[in-house]
């Protein structure tokens, strides 16, 4: 006689869990330069799909891993990403015309 096992149901699996008291993520707020500080480690609650090529995506680790291994900083390659839009904004917002994305998307 085959012995079947006992597995939870879908809705005990897919249930809604307690959640305890968060702290609020707190927005950006401009660093002393005037400029928004990137978010850093918080709960995203916005998603966005982004294709790369694998070269970027190899070029992306790479720098991860030189961050880790120079520079003893261990982070993902989503705060890389961060970091770098964050840095491609604020050099848009002070420069403008002369910013280097500006720059770099008229060059195609």
């Known amino acids: 006689m085959p ?9 005990d699996l897919f249930r809604p869990t307690a959640r305890t008291e968060e702290p609020e993520a707190a927005p ?4 002393q ?3 928004k500080k990137p978010s850093g480690r918080v709960r995203h609650d916005e ?7 694998s ?3 190899l070029d992306l680790e790479h720098a991860r ?3 880790r291994r120079s520079h003893g900083l261990a982070v993902d390659r989503g705060r890389v990403v961060r970091e770098a839009i964050a840095l ?4 848009f917002e002070a420069r403008g015309d002369e910013s280097a ?5 008229t060059e195609e």
Not at 88 to 91: G, I, Q
């Open 3 to 11: 012995r079947r096992v006992s597995l939870p149901a879908a809705d």
């Open 28 to 31: 950006a707020e401009p660093e």
């Open 33 to 35: 330069d005037g400029r």
């Open 47 to 53: 998603k966005m799909t982004v294709y790369i090529t």
């Open 55 to 57: 070269d970027e995506l």
């Open 65 to 67: 891993l030189v961050l």
């Open 88 to 91: 491609v904004l604020a050099d």
């Open 101 to 105: 994305l500006v720059r770099r998307l």
